[in-house]
């Protein structure tokens, strides 16, 4: 239960939408074709934890990272970003399963670049990390950071900025000019906002378009609030920059949940976790002075039979998802109903509501359904049976909320 109000305090955080269309200056770019990126994150591979009678996505941990890097491939992605949290805890073995998995996909074609998250490091520090990823951005980087974890790719006109948003064990900190922590806050330090800048001003010079991508979040309002764990340190500036640079969009993860938000001339795109509905990841098309994004359910079941797996769940996995859902919103409305009774029919209409308005709001049709969920016969037993629990000012939230963008979005500059 701690996990899923966790999950659903950072699903209602997650989805204020503020600010204008993204606009920013037209800039030149030497890409003549568009790029398709694939960005994934929260993969939370853990091979230590694969007892498929718990029922639940994060044990088939291996499989979805594959079918991830398989339907990327298959969907026409040049390369795939992903923002942090690989794996679940950093411990050696688990990195080098992740890392065997990369280089499968490299070989067939698919460019890997990675980011540490809170749960990459310690016990292995940041220098083994830069190892553990030598071919997935460290070594094949413009230019790195030598404070953090930062690097820098340049190719087809794109300057891709992958910020290290630390937030990890302060022990585990250990590049020779990284500085020394107490906490494991998630920070930029001023020489990474230096090597930044930089490089920003060369993407101008150039007119590369500029993009960014780190494991935390800018924008929401909780990651504007020091203290409150979400904040990185120095996030505002960073913010600054990318719209005095004219960065189009900003790539995150973290939150576990689909989020956009756009505050001036700049967008945040949220990844949602990869173990959970609808295992899902984000799909870009960069053009010229454009950008297209789309989310991407992956194709389980088709990945399943396409590698000969003999699992039913794999081979079933949309169903089985599907059905996940619904016994989602029964067991929750259950166990609020225990503290706020409903009578058996009002407990039917509860979950009626709460099943829709979560296929409605990962099928990025909340917005348009707005109207027609406020009419539902669940609606009002359904908060009454809420009062107290973080679902209720969570889906109020989710409701009021609701936009387009989650569905899809343009962005020209
Ligand atoms: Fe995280």
């Given at each position: 239960m701690r996990r899923l109000i966790s999950t659903l305090l950072a699903l209602c955080l997650a989805l204020s939408i503020g600010g204008t269309a993204a606009v920013a200056e037209k800039a030149a770019s030497g890409r003549e074709n568009s790029l398709r990126i694939a960005v994934?994150?929260?993969?939370?591979?853990?091979?230590?934890?694969?007892?498929?009678?718990?029922?639940?996505?994060?044990?088939?941990?291996?499989?979805?990272?594959?079918?991830?890097?398989?339907?990327?491939?298959a969907q026409g992605a040049e390369m795939i970003l992903l923002t942090g949290d690989l794996v679940n805890g950093g411990k050696p073995h688990r990195h080098e399963a992740l890392a065997d998995k990369l280089r499968r996909a490299e070989a067939e074609g698919l460019p890997v670049y990675v980011l540490p998250g809170n749960h990459d490091l310690s016990p292995i520090t940041q220098t083994q990390f830069a190892e553990y990823y030598a071919e997935f951005g460290y070594d094949e980087a413009y230019s790195r950071d030598q404070s953090s974890l930062?690097?820098?790719?340049?190719?087809?006109?794109?300057?891709?900025?992958?910020?290290?948003?630390?937030?990890?064990?302060?022990?585990?900190?250990?590049?020779?000019e990284a500085p020394a922590r107490s906490d494991n806050e998630p920070f930029f330090t001023e020489a990474t906002l230096r090597w930044a800048e930089a490089l920003m001003q060369e993407a101008q010079r150039e007119g590369w378009t500029l993009i960014a991508a780190g494991h935390y979040n800018l924008l929401p309002e909780i990651s504007k609030q020091p203290g409150s764990g979400y904040c990185i340190e120095n996030g505002d500036r960073f913010t600054e920059l990318l719209k005095t640079y004219g960065a189009p969009l900003y790539l995150s993860g973290h939150m576990h949940v689909r989020g956009v938000y756009q505050e001036d001339s700049l967008t945040e795109l949220l990844t949602e976790f990869l173990l959970g509905y609808p295992t899902a990841y984000s799909m870009l098309d960069l053009g010229q002075n454009t950008?297209?994004?789309?989310?991407?359910?992956?194709?389980?079941?088709?990945w399943a039979a396409r590698t000969g797996q003999s699992d039913p769940v794999l081979l079933h996995f949309a169903d089985w998802q599907q059905e996940g859902l619904y016994h989602y919103a029964v067991n929750n409305v259950a166990y609020m109903s225990e503290r706020n009774p409903l009578t058996e029919e009002e407990k039917g209409d509860a979950v009626g509501f709460f099943y829709t308005v979560m296929n409605a709001f990962w099928s990025g049709t909340l917005y348009?359904?707005?109207?027609?969920?406020e009419a539902m016969p669940g609606?009002?037993?359904?908060?009454?049976?809420?009062?107290?629990?973080a679902y209720g000012w969570w889906l109020k939230?989710?409701?009021?909320k609701a936009t387009p963008l989650l569905k899809g979005f343009s962005l020209e500059w």
């Amino acid at each position: 239960m701690r996990r899923l109000i966790s999950t659903l305090l950072a699903l209602c955080l997650a989805l204020s939408i503020g600010g204008t269309a993204a606009v920013a200056e037209k800039a030149a770019s030497g890409r003549e074709n568009s790029l398709r990126i694939a960005v994934g994150s929260d993969l939370h591979l853990d091979p230590d934890n694969t007892d498929k009678s718990l029922g639940s996505e994060v044990v088939y941990s291996l499989e979805l990272v594959d079918a991830l890097l398989l339907d990327a491939k298959a969907q026409g992605a040049e390369m795939i970003l992903l923002t942090g949290d690989l794996v679940n805890g950093g411990k050696p073995h688990r990195h080098e399963a992740l890392a065997d998995k990369l280089r499968r996909a490299e070989a067939e074609g698919l460019p890997v670049y990675v980011l540490p998250g809170n749960h990459d490091l310690s016990p292995i520090t940041q220098t083994q990390f830069a190892e553990y990823y030598a071919e997935f951005g460290y070594d094949e980087a413009y230019s790195r950071d030598q404070s953090s974890l930062s690097y820098c790719i340049v190719r087809d006109g794109l300057m891709l900025l992958m910020m290290d948003t630390a937030g990890y064990s302060a022990g585990a900190i250990d590049l020779p000019e990284a500085p020394a922590r107490s906490d494991n806050e998630p920070f930029f330090t001023e020489a990474t906002l230096r090597w930044a800048e930089a490089l920003m001003q060369e993407a101008q010079r150039e007119g590369w378009t500029l993009i960014a991508a780190g494991h935390y979040n800018l924008l929401p309002e909780i990651s504007k609030q020091p203290g409150s764990g979400y904040c990185i340190e120095n996030g505002d500036r960073f913010t600054e920059l990318l719209k005095t640079y004219g960065a189009p969009l900003y790539l995150s993860g973290h939150m576990h949940v689909r989020g956009v938000y756009q505050e001036d001339s700049l967008t945040e795109l949220l990844t949602e976790f990869l173990l959970g509905y609808p295992t899902a990841y984000s799909m870009l098309d960069l053009g010229q002075n454009t950008l297209q994004y789309a989310p991407r359910r992956i194709d389980v079941d088709a990945w399943a039979a396409r590698t000969g797996q003999s699992d039913p769940v794999l081979l079933h996995f949309a169903d089985w998802q599907q059905e996940g859902l619904y016994h989602y919103a029964v067991n929750n409305v259950a166990y609020m109903s225990e503290r706020n009774p409903l009578t058996e029919e009002e407990k039917g209409d509860a979950v009626g509501f709460f099943y829709t308005v979560m296929n409605a709001f990962w099928s990025g049709t909340l917005y348009e359904q707005r109207k027609a969920v406020e009419a539902m016969p669940g609606y009002e037993p359904f908060f009454r049976c809420a009062e107290g629990y973080a679902y209720g000012w969570w889906l109020k939230d989710l409701i009021e909320k609701a936009t387009p963008l989650l569905k899809g979005f343009s962005l020209e500059w």
